[in-house]
């Protein structure tokens, strides 16, 4: 199978749309008061992670993030073979808080529903936002993201890979093509 | 990684991989379980039919509630208010069932092997929640979930499980299970309740309970089924609760940390002792709260897509 492969973006730019991101999101909640961050696996936990420790070099505050499974609230189940399930990790209770969730790759945006479903069982956010790192478009549902990281236009047989480091720092963003 | 089991029959169709599969999903249905909301839409239009030929608190309610936190829909017949008191055959029932396309049936019947007749007969998915003397497989898995859980693996582990061996499916499940996942099982019993040749499976047989709970990390006492077989095999309970019940001073033979397990329910003063069942050492209680998260991870893996082998 031959198939050709393009570097998106490399660690430093990965690092420079974080930090963008990171000032949006602060600028957007005025701060730091009730902000929490929930990633989704697999991916979105370390970009969640990331974000957290950008947000503390800018703010000096500490902002918790978690890690939300959403394979239990997906609308495929029937379709695609099973998948070992991630743990929900929520140091928090979402009620009342401002939370942003972190993905890497925003596609159909049918994770986001299952995810926003999911948030919903664990409690009542005061609002809820989407941080991704790439959005490539072809959207299935009504959904669209508060902060993006690159946008990026494919075909819907490309494939965009986030790649991480064994210590799960982002090192580079692939475009594949079929 | 792939479930691809389509029916839960046993745990002896169980690989490593598919045990530690199945546990690992149990550990992340724990969670759902200590919600404010205990409920995931994940099984949402499935129907689940539970068939319980004979009498249960435990399973059947484990069952259930593990189906109604998955979001399917669970349908409940015993036979003492079905029309098996008619004389309808288990298969003519089961067809009768099939009929209104339920896509998981959970049975427990007397005989040995009713889960796996069914299973060769319809379309939708079996679960054996205990056939005869046969497989219980739900509990040996919700046993060793229990186990990992406090030991942090199963490999290496000395287990040692006292009671009637031959009329027990709890046992016999336990062993496949755990000599799969490494673990050393030692069986104890009066020899009338030993089944002849059953060490081939892999385990070690004692007829002196003291040696058999020496250094064991695990001690599974069965129930002494009274409404059954344990009349004739048996002098008396006195008799037996002398040799083969577990009181605090047996106990200390096992090492001095072993978990103290029962499937229930319990008869006190017969096969255990309220000092040990209540004592600090036994996870009976935990043995059940661990079961709905185990049977909810049945459910979730087989109602996934599967290749066509059982």
Redesign the interface.
């Given at each position: 199978m031959s198939h050709s492969e393009t570097l998106i973006l490399d660690g430093a730019a990965i690092r420079r749309a974080l930090t963008r991101i990171s000032h949006e999101i602060l600028e957007k909640n005025k701060g730091t008061k009730d902000l929490v961050l929930l990633g989704i696996p697999t991916g979105g936990d370390y970009l969640a992670a990331e974000l957290a420790a950008i947000i503390a070099g800018i703010e000096g505050v500490e902002v918790p993030y978690g890690v939300l499974d959403i394979t239990l609230y997906r609308d495929d189940l029937s379709h695609k073979t099973i998948r070992p399930l991630r743990k929900t990790d929520l140091p928090f209770s979402p009620d009342d808080r401002r939370v942003v969730m972190v993905d890497e790759v925003l596609f159909t945006g049918r994770t986001i529903r299952a995810a926003m479903d999911a948030i919903m069982d664990l409690g009542r956010p005061r609002s809820i936002q989407l941080a991704v790192l790439i959005d490539r478009g072809h959207r299935e549902l009504p959904i669209r993201p508060d902060y993006v990281g690159r946008n990026v236009p494919t075909s819907r047989e490309e494939e965009v890979h986030v790649d991480f480091d064994s210590n799960h720092k982002p090192i580079g963003v692939r475009l594949i093509k079929p | 990684?792939?479930?691809l089991h389509k029916h839960i029959l046993g745990t002896r169709q169980l690989s490593a991989q598919d045990i530690t599969?199945i546990l690992?999903?149990a550990?992340?249905?724990k969670?759902?379980n200590t919600?404010?909301?205990k409920?995931?839409?994940?099984l949402r239009g499935k129907t689940v039919v539970n068939l319980f030929y004979e009498a249960s608190t435990r399973t059947r309610t484990s069952f259930e509630i593990a189906e109604k936190r998955?979001s399917a829909d669970a349908v409940n017949i015993s036979a003492s208010s079905s029309s098996v008191v008619k004389g309808e055959t288990l298969e003519d029932t089961a067809r009768n069932i099939e009929a209104m396309r339920p896509d998981i049936i959970v049975i427990r019947h007397s005989a040995s092997g009713a889960a796996d007749y069914l299973a060769r007969r319809l379309d939708c998915s079996i679960i054996n929640a205990g056939d005869g003397a046969h497989e219980h497989p739900s509990q040996a898995l919700l046993d060793l979930f229990t186990m990992r859980q406090h030991r942090g693996r199963i490999r290496g582990l000395t287990v040692t499980i006292i009671g009637d061996i031959t009329h027990s499916r709890v046992a016999r499940s336990n062993l496949f299970a755990l000599t799969t996942m490494g673990a050393r099982v030692r069986l104890a019993g009066p020899g009338t309740m030993i089944p002849p040749g059953i060490e081939k499976l892999g385990c070690e047989v004692f007829t002196s309970m003291e040696e058999a709970l020496a250094g064991a990390d695990v001690v599974m006492m069965l129930r002494i089924q009274l409404e059954r077989q344990g009349r004739s095999l048996l002098p008396s309970l006195r008799e037996y609760a002398r040799f083969y019940g577990l009181n605090r001073d047996k106990l200390q033979l096992a090492r001095e940390d072993a978990l103290v397990m029962h499937p229930g329910p319990m008869n006190r003063g017969v096969e255990i002792c309220s000092d040990v069942a209540d004592g600090g050492q036994n996870v009976i209680l935990e043995q059940v709260e661990n079961g709905v998260a185990v049977r909810m991870a049945l459910l979730?893996?087989v109602?996934?897509?599967v290749a066509d082998n059982p």
């Open positions: - | 990684m792939t479930f599969m690992d999903t550990e992340s249905f969670e759902i919600r404010d909301i409920k995931v839409p994940t998955l979730y893996l109602s996934g897509p």
